[in-house]
């Protein structure tokens, strides 16, 4: 490639070399040196591949670039000391072997993918000390030797410390043992003397910020921010701020362990000043304890001496009280004898006087019964009368009636006989019409068998058809059931993806503005039949892939990006395919792909419409990628030459070759994916068996339903028919039923007149047979009225019932009289009655009075006897006390009874004593139940000495605590200042550049806190301690403080960026941008660490890869600018592709790597370059 820009020379060096692949097979190459002459040497399969200089674009005149400048020419243009200024290789990776000398500037090396750039980072990383992690490689380092050889080497030139001085540190590595020999300057040594070397020459592989491989870009983005910071830190060579940081981070947690000390001698201190004030009070108690008992001894010997005087008292009181009831007693029994004897004579005749009452009374009771009996039988008498009476008048009545119902009779028989003779009787129901009648009934009886038999038929034919709907109902709760798949796979896509959830929720109410189906995502439409193999198809598919819908034509294509990308703002991938599924071809025929152990390609386990399987095919290549659950035999899958990739034995292998020179493979495994994210809740063989067997059953199920509905339908005509001949039938019937109904109504209405005729004449003759019974009998004594003999027997029976109640009328009066006189007797006797008794009366009240006063004066002297004996008992008993209480006293207790006694005087009460007693025991049994002793004094003494103690311990550590924070303090200033001053510089440079490529972008120091707030533990000091918190404390607010934001170890570097017009600052990490995004903001903060490095080489590897032209170009003319300053780290640029048109600068070298199993033997590169330099001085000239 030949590019000039504003007449900037670019060094160029032409590589062009020979690796061979895995296999072991060597291809040919050429090695030309251009030195003014051209040489060319004899192909050789073990020629080794070395880079060789050419100028480009230079200026006529201008030195040429064979070899590097010279140092010192040009103190910018010098190798600066730990920069590489040489890397031979041999046997490593692709390269049999392989020399390169960078510029002491940027060094682009561009080349086709596979030609071994990366191998060369991979060179630097290995040779200076690193291990393999860190490139996110192959894991053991034997594998870095080229396949069929078993060693190799790595040799790295370093620039010295001194001008001029070198250091070549060499890396042999043999396959045998993944064993290692290291040497330096020829001489051998150990690993940890190449990193003592490397890191006295600030060399930082280590480090993304300064080395950052391939497969390591995607990781810078997910550095923390704390991550960041240590590798900002490290880059710029400021490992004393680390340290700062760490002290800072032990300060802290010395600080946070001292506050939890003082916390929790606070608590502790107030435990103890609440238990010391307990026992405070304890001990009051226990004095007042103490004073208490001797209180109640006086006390205890008061109450007997109060209580025998009161005895004493009492005793003479009662005495006294008993010899006046007894002279009362004796007076009221002397008064009651006169009226005892006047008592008992009254009581006499009020006794004969009830007695004349009682017997009175019974005589008056019987004549009274008698009276009642005989009324009565008067009463009997007189309903039997009322009886007899209206017997009699019914018999009149009944003769009157039977006269006029002849008379009715007579009449009406000579008309109804007149009315029956005028009309002739009917006739009988003729031979025809029943003939008709029984042929109507016999085809109706057909026509309703024939129905109940359509009937029948109908009903079977419902029952199929229930039966079934009942068969299409569980086939579509089956198909319910299986479809509860496609909803557990849309939930996995709503956690996998919540943008691509919510495009296809807009999908699929939206799908009218399509003009064909746009498939759902990938992940929905397709399924792997075999659920064993989703895990390896989702190792073939990538994530993107699976999350993007597919369109059938371009139109729909622009109207899901239009609405959904552009308009929702959500982050999802739409393709629309050309070619179709047969456009994609399998690179090997299914025998040869088992006969290598494959159990097939990917697309042979995916189940997805066509144009799916087509979008699958063309972004993952799913149909040349072939899988097998066991292992196969890589050697020969390799040698097919025919796969790009694919899974075997849980791995996933990826096979890069290059363009050039033998083509060797080079092979890089990574472990396949054990579980399926989102194509594990697919159906497997046996749901899509029962899916497909299910809707195959409906269809045949709802073929049988029409065809039951169809014979329901021809069921249903027929039955109409049936049914209208029936009604027909019926009508004929009923018509033949209402002539043959007219003929028999009018026979029987004849009928029945005839019988009416019969009966009236049957009651007229039995009314004329009982007349003439009565004439018969009246006889000849009769007065000719028709007075039958029942008339005279109810007559008799009345002069009877008359003779009868007039003999009872007289015994009662009789009876009423007698009464009379028994009732006036009775008067007279209760009248003298009732006056002796009110006598009897008023003497029995007055001899009860005389009695109760008796009885009460009775009572007075026993009680009075018994108050007597009590007090007598009572005051012995407490003499006995006194005598028992004083005995044992001492004089001095003696004398202390004396004068309580005298002080509190005569007139106090054993009640009140006894009161004050009981207070006095009430007050020491409450000190018993606390359980105080004489050793709660002792107590008292030693938590006071425990509290003090504690007291000064916690000063002690509020000193200790104000001591650390003044470190912490000093500490934060010697490292949050230059920090910020580092970050402040680095976030200057990437906001100016980001600024430059149109976007934004800041960089600062994240603060965080652990939640504690240091605050000042003046509070726990005093005197001058407290004075010199105070003055502490005061700096801190000065710096702002108290405030959250402690957590040194949590502190680093955030980056905030923003792509687009109106969109806010965001946090820059692996899941909010893109990865073109991504890539760029890495490059610019890499970029803005340019000027501050102290490291002597840098390297990047492919960090253009995902961006876009626009900011491809722009980071590059941004790299250029940074790169090419004077005085800054050696830089390494590693891609497979430029754009035409970039900017260069002359202190760029473009190292061009031409590196393969075959090179066109036309191609000549001393001439290319002679060509190239005299097309640059034309243009100059």
Request: aromatic residues 4%; contains cysteine; glycine residues 6%.
């Amino acid at each position: 490639m030949t590019t000039k820009t504003n007449g900037s020379q670019l060094t160029r060096r032409v590589v062009k070399g020979e690796p061979g692949g895995r296999n072991g097979s060597a291809g040919r190459s050429q090695a030309r040196q251009h030195d003014g002459s051209e040489s060319d040497s004899e192909p050789d399969a073990s020629a080794s591949s070395r880079f060789r200089p050419a100028d480009s674009d230079m200026p006529p005149g201008s030195d040429s670039a064979d070899s590097d400048m010279p140092p010192g020419s040009d103190p910018a243009d010098s190798y600066k000391p730990g920069s590489i200024k040489h890397i031979a290789l041999s046997n490593f990776v692709t390269y049999d072997q392989i020399s390169v000398t960078p510029g002491p500037h940027l060094n682009m090396i561009i080349g086709p993918n596979g030609t071994g750039k990366s191998t060369i980072v991979c060179a630097i990383a290995l040779g200076l000390g690193e291990k393999t992690a860190v490139l996110g490689r192959a894991k053991d380092i034997s594998e870095f030797v080229k396949h069929g050889h078993e060693q190799g080497h790595v040799e790295i030139t370093l620039a010295g410390k001194q001008p001029g001085s070198e250091v070549k540190i060499r890396r042999e590595i043999y396959r045998e043992n993944n064993r290692t020999v290291w040497r330096i300057d020829g001489r051998p040594c150990s690993a940890g003397e190449v990193a003592r070397t490397t890191r006295e020459l600030h060399v930082q592989v280590g480090s993304l910020c300064q080395f950052l491989p391939q497969d390591r870009v995607v990781e810078f983005s997910k550095l923390s921010a704390q991550a960041l910071l240590r590798e900002t830190l490290v880059a710029v060579g400021r490992d004393d701020l680390l340290q700062l940081q760490a002290e800072l981070v032990d300060r802290r947690q010395k600080e946070r362990a001292l506050l939890d000390d003082h916390t929790r001698l606070a608590g502790e201190t107030a435990a103890l000043q609440k238990k010391y004030e307990a026992l405070e009070r304890d001990v009051q108690r226990w004095r007042e304890r103490q004073e208490a008992e001797s209180q109640l001894r006086v006390l205890a010997a008061l109450v007997p001496v109060a209580r025998y005087t009161a005895a004493k008292a009492a005793y003479d009181a009662a005495k006294e009280a008993r010899r006046r009831a007894h002279v009362r007693y004796q007076e009221t029994r002397s008064a009651t004898g006169p009226a005892e004897d006047e008592i008992l004579e009254i009581e006499g005749r009020v006794a004969a006087a009830e007695n004349s009452r009682r017997q009175l009374a019974d005589k008056r009771a019987a004549l009274e019964r008698a009276a009642r009996q005989r009324l009565a039988r008067l009463g009997r008498l007189e309903a039997e009368q009322r009886d007899l009476r209206g017997e009699l008048e019914d018999v009149r009545r009944r003769a009157q009636r039977r006269r006029e119902q002849m008379a009715g009779l007579r009449a009406e028989v000579a008309r109804l006989a007149a009315a029956l003779d005028e009309s002739p009787r009917p006739a009988a129901e003729p031979d025809e019409a029943a003939r008709a009648m029984n042929e109507t009934r016999a085809l109706k009886l057909e026509a309703n068998n024939e129905i109940v038999a359509l009937q029948d038929e109908q009903q079977a034919v419902a029952r199929a058809g229930r039966r079934l709907n009942d068969e299409v109902a569980r086939r579509a709760e089956q198909l319910r059931g299986l479809d509860d798949v496609m909803a557990q796979r849309r939930e996995a896509l709503r956690r996998f993806s919540e943008d691509t959830w919510r495009a296809l929720e807009w999908l699929e109410q939206n799908r009218g503005l399509f003009a064909q189906h746009v498939f759902a995502p990938i992940c929905l439409e397709a399924s792997v039949r075999d659920a064993r193999y989703a895990a390896l198809v989702e190792t073939v598919v990538g994530a993107s892939t699976l999350r993007t819908f597919v369109a059938q034509c371009d139109a729909d294509y622009h109207v899901f990006a239009r609405n959904v990308i552009d308009g929702m703002r959500l982050r999802v991938d739409v393709v629309s395919l050309r070619r179709t599924l047969d456009d994609f071809r399998a690179p090997v025929a299914a025998e040869g792909l088992r006969a290598l152990g494959f159990d097939g390609y990917a697309v042979d386990f995916v189940d997805a419409p066509r144009a799916v399987l087509a979008a699958l095919c063309d972004r993952d290549r799913i149909h040349a990628v072939p899988v097998a659950l066991g292992p196969v035999d890589n050697e020969a899958a390799r040698a097919q030459n025919a796969f790009k990739e694919y899974v075997a034995g849980g791995t996933h292998y990826a096979v890069t070759r290059g363009r050039y020179g033998s083509r060797a493979a080079t092979v890089t495994t990574a472990r396949a994916r054990t579980q399926a994210r989102l194509l594990s809740a697919g159906e497997d063989d046996e749901a899509r068996e029962a899916r497909a067997r299910c809707t195959r059953e409906m269809s045949e199920l709802r073929d049988q339903l029409q065809a039951n509905e169809q014979a329901m339908r021809r069921l249903a005509q027929r039955d109409r028919k049936a049914r209208d001949a029936h009604r027909g039938l019926e009508a004929r019937e009923d018509e033949l039923r209402r002539a043959r109904d007219a003929r028999l109504d009018a026979l029987r209405a004849w009928e029945r007149q005839k019988i009416h005729v019969d009966s009236k004449m049957a009651q007229l003759e039995s009314l004329v047979g009982e007349e003439r019974r009565d004439a018969q009998a009246s006889g000849a004594g009769g007065n000719g009225n028709g007075v039958s003999l029942e008339r005279r027997r109810i007559t008799q029976l009345l002069r009877d019932n008359a003779s009868r109640r007039a003999d009872l009328l007289d015994s009662v009066r009789q009876e009423v009289e007698q009464t009379a006189a028994v009732l006036h007797e009775a008067a007279a006797a209760g009248l003298r009655g009732l006056s002796d008794a009110r006598a009897l009366n008023a003497l029995r009240a007055e001899a009860e009075r005389q009695r109760r006063s008796v009885d009460e004066a009775r009572a007075a002297y026993e009680a009075a006897a018994d108050a007597f004996v009590r007090a007598k008992q009572a005051a012995k008993e407490c003499l006995d006390e006194t005598r028992l209480v004083t005995q044992d006293m001492s004089d001095a207790e003696r004398q202390a009874v004396r004068e309580a006694q005298e002080l509190r005087g005569a007139h106090v009460t054993c009640e009140e004593l006894e009161i004050e007693l009981s207070t006095c025991r009430q007050r020491l049994s409450m000190a018993a139940s606390s359980g105080l002793s004489a050793r709660v004094v002792a107590e008292h003494a030693r938590r006071k000495a425990e509290l003090a103690a504690n007291r000064a311990e916690r000063e002690s550590i509020g000193a200790r605590v104000r001591a650390v924070r003044r470190q912490k303090r000093l500490l934060r200033e010697r490292w949050e200042a230059p920090l910020a001053q580092i970050v402040a510089r680095i976030g200057a440079n990437f906001a100016r550049m980001f600024e430059h490529i149109g976007c934004l972008g800041e960089v600062q120091v994240k603060r965080v806190g652990d939640g504690v707030v240091s605050h000042s533990a003046a509070a726990a000091a005093s005197g001058e301690e407290a004075a010199e918190a105070e003055a502490d404390e005061g700096q801190a607010q000065a710096l702002g403080a108290p405030r959250d934001d402690e957590d040194y170890g949590a502190w680093g570097v955030e980056i905030r960026v923003a792509f687009r017009r109106n969109e806010a600052l965001q946090a820059l990490d692996n899941h909010r941008q893109s990865g073109g995004e991504r890539a760029v903001s890495t490059i610019v903060y890499l970029q803005a660490l340019q000027g501050l490095v102290s490291a002597p080489f840098r390297v990047v590897d492919e960090i253009n890869q995902g961006m876009d032209p626009r900011n491809e170009r722009l980071v590059h003319a941004l790299i250029v600018d940074t790169a090419c300053r004077p005085d800054v780290a050696q830089y390494f640029l590693i891609t497979p592709k430029l754009l035409p048109g970039l900017e260069y600068h002359p202190r760029m070298k473009v190292l061009c790597i031409f590196n393969g199993e075959w090179q066109p033997e036309s191609f000549n590169p001393a001439a290319y370059i002679a060509h190239q330099r005299i097309s640059s001085s034309q243009a100059a000239a």
